[in-house]
Structures are given as C-alpha cells and as structure tokens.
C-alpha cells in the first residue's frame, strides 16, 4: 500500500505564492518520478511539472518561469514552489508518483488533491 498525502493549498492573492508539499509513504522501493497535475472545473487534468530521480525537470509553458519543482529523496517529499500567481492558476492540484513497490512492480500512484484558488 502506497499514499501520497499533499498539503499547502489555499487561497491567495494574484502575485502571491504558495507552497505544495507531496509526501509518499508505504511499501516503496524506489519512486522514478514525482509530479504535478491540475485540474480546473471543466477542464482536463493538465501536467504542471514533474521531476525524475535524477532531479531533471520538465514544465508546462503556462508555468515556466515561475513555478519551481523539487524533491528531497530521503523523504520522499516533493515540492511545488508558485510565485506570481495568477487566476488562471487555479484548479485542484494532484500529486503523482512513478515508482517501484517493495515488491519490485512498477505502478502510479496519486493524492487525494489539494485547492489552489488564485484571486485577482
């Protein structure tokens, strides 16, 4: 059994930021990646970004520039540092984790998402 527990979401003003935290726990071997999705009413889960084991970053154009992705692998926390927020940015904020179980089986797992509501 693996959990992701995500905390740090909220309401905040445009320019503000917050702070995302993504803790995994349980039967874990080794996590691959770790990352960030949102999703806004009406819309489809979109990546926001995500970092690999070897701590290389992919993000979405939307964010460039003013989101930061990082990780602590003793942990097994990974964290999502949001600057210049704007009202777009808001939506429901999913961590996910690629990672091998106890068991040496590849699986995904996600949080139970936190809220991000950006006012203008």
């Known amino acids: 059994q693996v959990q992701l527990v995500e905390s740090g979401g909220g309401l905040v003003q445009a320019g503000g930021s917050l702070r995302l935290s993504c803790a995994a726990s349980?039967?874990?071997?080794?996590?691959?990646?770790m990352g960030w999705y949102r999703q806004a009413p009406g819309k489809q889960r979109e990546l926001v970004a995500v970092?690999?084991?070897?701590?290389?970053?992919n993000y979405a154009d939307s964010v460039k520039g003013r989101f930061t992705i990082s990780r602590d692998n003793v942990k097994n926390t990974v964290y999502l540092q949001m600057n210049s927020l704007k009202p777009e940015d808001t939506a429901v904020y999913y961590c996910?984790?690629?990672?091998?179980?106890?068991?040496?089986?590849?699986?995904?797992?996600w949080g139970q998402g936190t809220q991000v509501t950006v006012s203008s």
């Open positions: 349980g039967r874990i071997f080794s996590i691959n990646s």
């Open positions: 970092i690999n084991s070897g701590r290389s970053t």
């Open positions: 996910n984790a690629d990672l091998y179980n106890y068991y040496n089986n590849r699986d995904n797992y």
